[in-house]
């Protein structure tokens, strides 16, 4: 079974699907130069749990893949993680975190640190210059 997730932001399409090894790291050219297009869009492919996230776009996010592989080790934490009866983390949560993250970073936005929650959720926080910014993804 898989689920799909596509979303315009500028100028990039985003999109999960079934997992398929054979495409991780893959960058091909799909649309030609043409007055007014963006040159050369590539179709970046980054594993993420069971399944892929695929961008569409002239460059990957610098953020893409750091955040991407801090996520996906929080999807592996086991029942129990925390020797306090924690949960594991929800897909539902992961995925909606990197909906999140999709449309508020930007390449100068500071990465985020990816901390679990002992209910499920992930929590995404940024500490920079003072400002203490902490945001808890639920899913749904």
Do not use: C
């Amino acid at each position: 079974m898989s689920s799909v997730l596509e979303r315009a932001r500028s100028g990039a399409k985003w999109n999960r699907n079934g997992f398929d090894s054979s495409d991780i790291g893959t960058a091909d050219s799909s649309q030609s130069s043409v007055v007014g297009w963006p040159q050369a869009t590539r179709e970046y492919h980054y594993p993420f749990l069971n399944r892929e996230v695929v961008i569409h776009s002239q460059t990957p996010p610098r953020w893409m893949e750091p955040v991407l592989a801090a996520l996906d080790n929080l999807g592996r934490l086991p029942e129990n993680w925390d020797s306090y009866g924690a949960v594991p983390i929800r897909q539902a949560s992961l995925w909606a975190a990197v909906e999140l993250l999709a449309d508020v970073m930007h390449d100068e936005t500071p990465l985020p640190t990816a901390v679990p929650t002992s209910h499920g959720a992930v929590q995404l926080e940024w500490h920079t210059r003072g400002i203490d910014l902490e945001i808890e993804v639920r899913g749904s």
